[in-house]
């Protein structure tokens, strides 16, 4: 099996285990799996799927501990410093 047909092959099996209500180990051996490949082909699959975010609201705020209200429009620029801040490289 050339490595697209093995793409296609664990797409379509993550696929059809993300719309089941089963564990992956149930998942996999029903389906006479590995579950330690389909965790690889599964974290290898979902660093290249493209994640979708609704647009950000110029007007919604993000509440952090303390009553403080941070406009979104704010997160660019001060996630980094959180960050930094949290990681204690200050």
């Known amino acids: 099996m050339n ?3 093995k793409t296609d092959f664990w797409q379509e099996h993550i ?3 993300n719309s089941s209500d ?14 330690s490949t ?10 290249r799927l493209p994640i979708s975010l609704p647009a950000l ?3 919604w705020e993000l509440a952090i501990p303390g009553d403080i209200q ?4 704010a997160l660019e ?6 960050w930094r801040l949290l ?4």
């Open 70 to 73: 941070l406009p979104v429009s």
């Open 77 to 82: 620029h001060t996630l980094p410093l959180f």
């Open 57 to 59: 609201q110029a007007s």
């Open 3 to 5: 490595t697209q047909n």
């Open 38 to 47: 389909f965790t690889y082909w599964r974290n290898k699959q979902s660093k």
């Open 15 to 17: 696929s059809d285990w």
């Open 22 to 35: 089963i564990s992956q180990t149930a998942y996999c051996q029903h389906h006479q799996q590995k579950l």
């Open 87 to 90: 990681r204690g490289q200050h």
